[in-house]
């Protein structure tokens, strides 16, 4: 899958990072704080597909903070709580939450990339570790876990691997029905990939909701069909 990105190289200190962002933004997603109640993603089917490509992507790229704006979207009929963006960095970074207001001041005179996922590798590790979790979810060592935080408005998560289960869940498309008649069904939860807790658990759920007009739409994964030209077409 190739992803068009923008490229950003701010510096906190000493440090300069590479972050990139989803070019153009995904503006029919939003995303609610999930430290606050309850964890809520919800997305059309580009804003779903181009996320489960993001995942991928911060899966393997351990050099690279992938930031999703998403607190500017178009609101959704549905979305509870605090709106909130995104950042996917790896575990290895070691990236701080509190560094972050820093490093979002420094993302200014973008270069356009684009970057690939590799979609096998993605599929390989994401059963891999789901076939974990059907053994014995509760007893996965933390460290395979995301690891939730929120700061300035922004929810972090923190993984490598588990990202690229994470990027299979959200591919998979709606599970309810009455999505082809725009409402917000239920896609995937996220849930289980983070750390558990003795009290409460962190919820992140995702939900799939087609944008207007709906007269063409398709299930995510569902190949595009091309309107057939008439005489008036250009």
Known sequence: ????????????????????????????????????????????????????????????????????????SVPRDYAPGVPVDLVLAHQSLGLRPSVWPALRRGLTHGVPRTVRTDERRTARHGSAWEELWERRWDRLPRAGRIRPAVHARTLFLSGAHTFAAASLRIGLGPLGKGADKGYDVLSASLTTLLPLSRGRGTELDVGFQAYPPLAHFRRPGRPARRRRRTAASP
Do not use: C, I, K, N
Request: aromatic content about 12%; hydrophobic content about 40%.
């Open 1 to 72: 899958m190739r992803l068009r990105v923008e490229e950003f190289r701010p510096r906190a200190g000493r440090y300069a990072f590479r972050v990139v962002q989803p070019r153009p933004a995904l503006r029919h997603t939003t995303l609610s704080d999930p430290m606050r109640d309850w964890g809520y993603l919800v997305g059309d089917h580009d804003g779903l597909a181009r996320l489960a490509g993001l995942f991928s992507f911060a899966a393997y790229s351990p050099h690279t903070v992938v930031h999703v704006p998403l607190r500017r």
